[in-house]
């Protein structure tokens, strides 16, 4: 079991949990839920008197039957059966009113999950680039998911059921003691005691234990997730028993904690059982000792047995729902902290929107670092005019689609500043910035929606005569209009429906569509094969005409006729010019194409292919 720290910490956490919690249920600024609310504990109230007050008429009934009914001249009118049918409607009383209850709470509780799960998905959206990398996609999602029925479950059952258990207990135990004896409520009471003792000390154990099932479902979930995401690569590798093992692996890990969840339940529920009963033979053997010596009546009898077994119920009940509540409360606690994970990047207070007026781009001695260990760019020094393209070459790891990340501010500069059209692009709003950046990325991911969906990405609002434009401009209409759905046509996951020409020209489309001033290709053909590169390049260029673009190139055939080429080199920039001046001098830029030049020789020659050594002495 947990150490008293450990403990201690843990209803911290929890409290805390609920603190967050209780502003859904009692908001400020919407009475019809703060009426819903009160609504719902009337009812309750109401369905918890009639309950009690229930086994009096039972009593009643069982005296009347047996002749013993002896000073109450309205239960002798009433009769035996009129006891009887009034126990029946007082029970459905009790259930017509939980119900009423539940009708009237439920769109509380409804909104609560809905307004969360929104404010869970809106901050995800909102963390930096860092804790998207350095997160899966599938123990994210299953976080939110148990955090998001945590609440659920935690509104619906802390409110609506530990509440009006607890009043229950206390109004039973009331009436044990003013209409029995102090005796009977101390044995009620003790049982109570005992049972709630042994319930919370068991299942503060088991919650350590189901926390351990839980990291073991996420652990197996993000590899099944992993796996299936990348079925494609499985499949190259034929791996398709190794991630079997490693899915088994880490099932095994969750059967195992399972097992131990499922004994340790085994071993509450007896416990819970031997002390509920043990307190339901006791108060009965002193009310079967009360008949004898004639103090109390069977109806008395049979109302002590009633009110037990009446609060048999949801003691029980209190076990399975006190587990739930404590695993809610470590399913909303992991979502409270994703919550309560800051925000990298940030709009200052009071940032105005960027109005692009030419689209200058300028980096004034930028440096970065993704670890402080290692720097990426080292006081690099550009400015892209408006209208001009510019490309950024150079080997990887040299920092040039770390600059299209700056640009777009998924990370901010940690030395030396950004800035378009003057404004630093911390100073202004993200939004703004991201409306006046296009991005075509080497790999164009679509979602799992139909062709107009993705094209549409770029602009939601536009008309469709305007989407079929930039469609035709990517020239991907035609393609299109030959599918059997035209551009009704699902993708599929990650548009791998389409081949990777098919989805960069429908990346173009929806860039085109979005319109905006300035352009990042970030390698938007590197992924593609020669010919589908020819073709697109066309799209892009035309694409480029009046605006400003950075293109991140790889190959470098595809940036010869940009305005300025810059070589980027280990963080720093070691040569820019024209295509032509950098061939004239003979340098890194005339390296890399001579060596690129050989390589593409070598594939297009039928005879032999030359060897790399051989490209890299011709290159100099």
Known sequence: MAGPAQQSDGWKRSVRTLRRVAPYLWPEDEAWVRRRVVLSLMALAFAKVVSVLTPFLYKAAVDALSNETRSDAWLLAIGAIGLTVAYGLARVGSIGFNELRDVIFVRVGQRALRQLALETFRHIHALSMRYHITRKTGGLSRIIERGVKG???LLRFMLLSVGPLILELSMVTVIFALVFDWRYAAVVLITIALYVTYTFKITEWRVKIRRKMNEQDTDANQKAVDSLLNFETVKYFGAEARE??????????????AVKTGQSLSMLNFGQSLIITTGLVIVMVMAAMGVQAGVLTVGDFVMVNAYMIQITMPLNFLG??????????VDMGEMFDLLGQPAEITDKPGAPDLKVDGGEVELEAVKFAYDPTRPILKGVSLKVGAGQTVAIVGPSGSGKSTIGRLLFRFY????????????????????????????????????NDTVLYNIAYGR??????????????????????????GYETKVGERGLKLSGGEKQRVGIARTLLKNPPILLLDEATSALDTQTERDIQDSLKAMGEGRTVITI??????????????????????????????????GRYAAMWARQSADEETKEAPGPRLRLADAEEAAG
Not at 418 to 427: E, Y
Not at 460 to 485: G, N, W
Not at 571 to 583: A, F, P, R, Y
């Open 151 to 153: 609440v659920e479950f």
């Open 244 to 257: 079997a093992a490693r899915y088994d692996a880490a099932m095994a890990g969750y059967e195992q904690a």
């Open 320 to 329: 399975t729902v006190y587990r739930e509540i404590r695993q809610a409360l």
């Open 412 to 447: 901010d500069v940690t030395g030396g500043a950004l800035k378009i059209d003057g404004r630093d692009v911390r100073d202004i709003t993200q939004d703004s910035l991201h409306a006046q950046i296009g991005v075509v990325p080497q790999d164009t991911v679509l979602f």
């Open 460 to 485: 939601p609002d536009a008309p469709r005569e305007e989407l079929i434009a930039a469609a035709k401009a990517a020239k991907i209409h035609d393609f299109i209009m030959s599918l059997p759905e």
């Open 553 to 586: 190139a790889h190959r470098l055939s595809t940036i010869a006729d940009a305005d300025r080429i810059v070589v980027l080199e280990k963080g720093e920039i070691v040569e820019e010019g024209t295509h032509d001046d950098l061939l004239a001098r003979g």
